[in-house]
């Protein structure tokens, strides 16, 4: 069941820039049930609130792992049309977007979690199969993804700077210009990253390395609470008061 919970530790974080709010919502891996689940609560806020304007704002990896990742992304296509919505890009759609432009990174993609992306695109699994060549394996995939999914994944942005907070899949490495980081880094890194307790210069929202909950850190705030194998996906708000939890979405596994 979905549950509501509100962080009272957050004074010490600035508000969102005024007049707006957003919503920060983690790593999905192909859990519809739960995305769906995780709107309906945020629908009800932003009723509750009667707010005038609110962003939302996904950290990236749709893809990979759960049972329907293309079910994720025609839902968040149809959630963009009705909602003002900005996509980052995750390490798993560079994945994807790499196989199609002919990067050989497919025993490194399939390890993370590619198949049941491909499944869920219609592919069979006996096209996945080990003796299958890669160039056959990426024409059927070029094949059965919709355009409006290839125009998805090429549009999703690399972060969002959003006031005193900068939004990002994984990270940035520290003592790097924003500028001047790499795709790399803002979609992967995770030791460097995780371990600097130092000032960035904004409160980085972020995902890609999972953790029980949404850990609040005074340089940082992790919201990838690993939807695909905890069935817990995570979303803070951030308003005037700062951020806090929203939402935390669990139901049953349906893997």
């Not at 069941?1 to 709010?21: K, Q, V």
Request: proline fraction near 6%.
């Amino acid at each position: 069941m979905p549950f509501l919970e509100y962080i009272s530790d957050t004074a010490n974080y600035p508000p969102a820039p005024e007049g707006i709010t957003i919503y920060a919502i983690g790593d999905i891996h192909g859990r519809l049930d739960l995305l769906k689940n995780l709107h309906q609560q945020i629908d009800r806020d932003k009723s509750l609130c009667k707010l005038k304007r609110s962003v939302e704002v996904y950290l990236g990896d749709y893809i990979d792992r759960g049972p329907n990742s293309a079910g994720v992304v025609s839902h968040l296509i149809a959630r963009g049309h009705d909602t003002q919505t900005i996509f980052l890009r995750g390490n798993h759609e560079q994945f994807l977007l790499d196989f199609l432009a002919g990067a050989e990174c497919w025993e490194h993609w399939k390890d993370v979690g590619a198949i049941p992306s491909l499944l869920s695109y219609g592919m069979t699994p006996a096209l996945l199969s080990r003796d299958t060549p890669r160039e056959a394996i990426r024409r059927a995939l070029a094949q059965s993804l919709p355009e409006a999914h290839a125009r998805f994944y090429g549009n999703t942005e690399p972060y969002l700077e959003a006031g005193p907070y900068l939004l990002v899949h994984a990270g940035l490495r520290p003592g790097v210009k924003l500028q001047h980081q790499a795709i790399g880094d803002l979609l992967g890194i995770r030791g460097e990253f995780l371990d600097y307790e130092g000032d960035f210069g904004r409160i980085v929202v972020h995902g890609h390395t999972p953790v029980p909950k949404a850990d609040f850190r005074p340089n940082r705030i992790n919201i990838d609470t690993g939807a695909f194998a905890t069935n817990l996906l995570t979303c803070i708000k951030i308003d005037e008061q700062g951020p806090h939890i929203l939402t935390s979405s669990a139901v049953s596994a349906r893997l």
